[in-house]
């Protein structure tokens, strides 16, 4: 029956799932005003809304990311893909070893460093062999996915189900209560991408120059100097057809935009010149004598540059709904934003004036200090620049390494905690002085540990409330035409379209005690139901935008959002299928 406090939370949940379909704000601030909602209406206490920091799960969180973080700054994982990559040649072998690689490091690693560490080696291998990124980057991304899934620490999704388990009086989860499902499934998905992979995948590398133009196509602002060549030139007459892989997309008039532009439109002095193209238009069109300059901010670097490198805006980045010009980029990061490219949108207007959106590749002048003042930043991954690695002591790494599989396998079969297990892993990495103690702070994902914590908060708003059941009996409503079985594919179906076209911080929120209601009205082991909910919100292949890494890769490889789809949605299927099989004769459900 409806009450007061489950149309309140069917309201809230309506409106969480639309501001962040919609990027109304920050998923943060949206979760925030969700909590703050439930809280006035009743739904939550001040207590229970803040007993999500407190969580243990959280904290096994924070130190994991914090021991990637130690990982990565310590270069080891570079040195390992330099060796194992550096002798591939074909591009079967590449893809399978880069894939199994990756996964296995996914298994027990946060995989977005792992994924931008590795996006380097993926457009430097696949240039110097006249290959399409977009042949290696959705499986690269695929793998770090795949990989996570394996154990209860791949990925923050298995840890918010878990916290959300312990929070609704349930036993907590084992690390390789995922492995059963999560390892079949890894060797299927890597086997369906290198058998399948090269026919779905498209191959941007090799399309004309108008497709190349449409699929990676770079935003340039110029503007016409007092002393070009080109005023009171028509566009016709100004030369841009002799330009490699660039054309002029529109004019900037005393704050007018031109577009389109007629072949006999003059050239003004002052005139904003836009320009759409490939990388090297940027280097065409400045070095070409047409009296045609970048903005300041980028003259500026020019004679300082070092490098000329390409990022993409992460998921949770501070740039993103800042406009260029509010970025201070070259103040923070030693660099200018030369050009904009944003997959399937053309953008208009000149480059200061464009806000960023997570997603966005970036073409920047790089100083000197671009890559030291970057290396804690996690408001963008850099691209194109493979840095030699530093020197380490391997040896502390192995004892580290070491320690880590240790913590795991201990808290796998012994009554050790796993947050325990991990706090003496990073006390090891302390007194070894692998990285510098002041350096390991900056490495933590504080938007990350404000969903988690909101995450379980609205978790158990549904529950407090009585939505969670009222939901369920909707489903149950099925129950003459659907069997345990059945109704697990419906969860993870429903679970993973949420979380591919929202957040999986949000399926998960909503579905998991909605699952959890269903197994109990009937009357069936919960552990299923809990496990198939992580499974339907990390599993996420069918969007770019469900999951970071698919984010991360998504410009840099030209895809548009039915690469996703084609590829994604029969592994997809499969994940399904193949999950609630296992689940049902795992945990011994008639079906």
């Given at each position: 029956m409806l009450t007061p406090s489950i149309i309140a939370i069917l309201a809230i949940i309506v409106f969480l799932l639309t501001a962040l379909y919609l990027e109304w704000f920050r998923p943060t601030v949206t979760f925030f005003i969700a909590i703050l909602a439930l809280v006035i209406a009743g739904n939550l206490t001040p207590k229970e809304a803040l007993e999500g920091f407190a969580n243990e799960q959280l904290a096994v969180i924070i130190l994991l990311l914090i021991i990637s973080d130690i990982f990565r700054k310590s270069s080891v994982i570079d040195v390992i893909f330099n060796k194992l990559f550096g002798r591939q040649e074909k591009l079967s072998s590449f893809k399978l070893t880069m894939m199994t690689v990756v996964a296995?490091?996914?298994?027990?690693?946060?995989?977005?460093?792992?994924?931008?560490?590795?996006?380097?080696?993926?457009?430097?291998?696949?240039?110097?062999r006249k290959i399409s990124p977009a042949k290696l980057l959705i499986p690269l991304s695929y793998a770090a996915i795949l990989g996570g899934c394996v154990t209860l620490i791949g990925t923050s999704t298995n840890l918010i189900v878990d916290g959300l388990a312990v929070n609704a009086g349930f036993q907590p989860l084992g690390i390789f209560d995922f492995t059963a499902v999560g390892l079949p499934m890894l060797v299927i998905g890597i086997a369906y991408i290198v058998l399948f992979g090269n026919k779905l995948l498209p191959n941007n590398g090799n399309k004309d120059k108008t497709e190349i133009q449409k699929n990676r196509e770079f935003l340039v602002e110029t503007k016409v100097s007092p002393n070009s060549l080109l005023i009171g030139k028509s566009i016709a007459n100004a030369g841009f057809r002799n330009l490699k892989g660039v054309y002029i997309v529109e004019i900037v008039r005393d704050k007018h935009s031109i577009s389109p532009i007629s072949p006999e439109e003059l050239i003004h002095e002052n005139d904003t010149l836009i320009f759409a193209g490939e990388i090297a238009a940027v280097e065409e069109i400045t070095s070409k004598n047409l009296g045609l300059s970048l903005p300041q901010s980028v003259k500026r670097m020019i004679e300082k540059r070092k490098s000329m490198n390409e990022i993409v805006v992460s998921f949770?980045?501070?740039?993103?709904?800042?406009?260029?010009?509010?970025?201070?980029?070259?103040?923070?990061?030693?660099a200018a934003i030369v050009a904009i490219h944003r997959n399937g949108e053309k953008l208009k207007g000149?480059?200061?004036?464009?806000?960023?959106?997570?997603?966005?590749?970036?073409?920047?002048?790089?100083?000197?200090?671009?890559?030291?003042?970057?290396?804690?930043?996690q408001a963008f991954y850099v691209l194109t620049h493979t840095e030699k690695p530093e020197d380490i002591n391997v040896v502390k790494v192995y004892v580290l390494f070491t320690a880590l599989?240790?913590?795991?396998?201990?808290?796998?079969?012994?009554?050790?905690?796993?947050?325990?297990?991990?706090?003496?892993?990073?006390?090891?990495?302390?007194?070894?002085?692998?990285?510098?103690?002041?350096?390991?702070?900056?490495?933590?994902?504080?938007?990350?540990?404000?969903?988690?914590?909101?995450?379980?908060?609205?978790?158990?708003?549904?529950?407090?409330?009585?939505?969670?059941?009222?939901?369920?009996?909707?489903?149950?409503?099925?129950?003459?035409?659907?069997?345990?079985?059945?109704?697990?594919?419906?969860?993870?179906?429903?679970?993973?379209?949420?979380?591919?076209?929202?957040?999986?911080?949000?399926?998960?929120?909503?579905?998991?005690?909605?699952?959890?209601?269903?197994?109990?009205?009937?009357?069936l082991?919960?552990?299923?139901?809990?496990?198939?909910?992580?499974?339907?919100?990390?599993?996420?292949?069918?969007?770019?935008?469900?999951?970071?890494?698919?984010?991360?890769?998504?410009?840099?490889?030209?895809y548009s959002f039915k690469d996703y789809m084609k590829i994604g949605l029969p592994l997809t299927l499969i994940y399904m299928l193949v999950s609630a099989y296992i689940l049902t004769y795992i945990y011994q459900i008639n079906i």
């Open positions: 296995a490091f996914s298994a027990f690693f946060n995989n977005t460093p792992l994924v931008a560490m590795m996006m380097p080696y993926v457009n430097k291998w696949s240039k110097s949770n980045s501070s740039l993103i709904g800042k406009m260029v010009k509010e970025t201070d980029f070259r103040a923070r990061f030693d000149k480059i200061g004036e464009i806000e960023l959106r997570a997603g966005d590749v970036l073409l920047v002048f790089s100083g000197v200090d671009f890559l030291s003042r970057t290396k804690n930043n599989i240790s913590a795991v396998f201990l808290s796998a079969l012994t009554s050790i905690s796993l947050l325990t297990s991990l706090a003496v892993v990073l006390l090891i990495a302390i007194f070894m002085r692998i990285v510098p103690l002041n350096e390991i702070r900056k490495g933590l994902d504080f938007e990350l540990i404000l969903l988690i914590a909101f995450g379980l908060a609205f978790g158990k708003a549904m529950v407090n409330s009585g939505a969670s059941i009222f939901l369920a009996d909707i489903f149950l409503s099925l129950n003459n035409i659907l069997n345990p079985l059945s109704y697990l594919m419906l969860i993870f179906i429903v679970t993973n379209v949420l979380a591919a076209y929202i957040t999986n911080k949000a399926a998960v929120a909503i579905l998991f005690p909605i699952s959890v209601a269903i197994a109990a009205e009937l009357n082991n919960p552990v299923p139901f809990i496990l198939i909910v992580s499974f339907g919100a990390a599993a996420n292949f069918i969007t770019p935008i469900g999951y970071q890494t698919n984010l991360m890769v998504y410009g840099p490889g030209g």
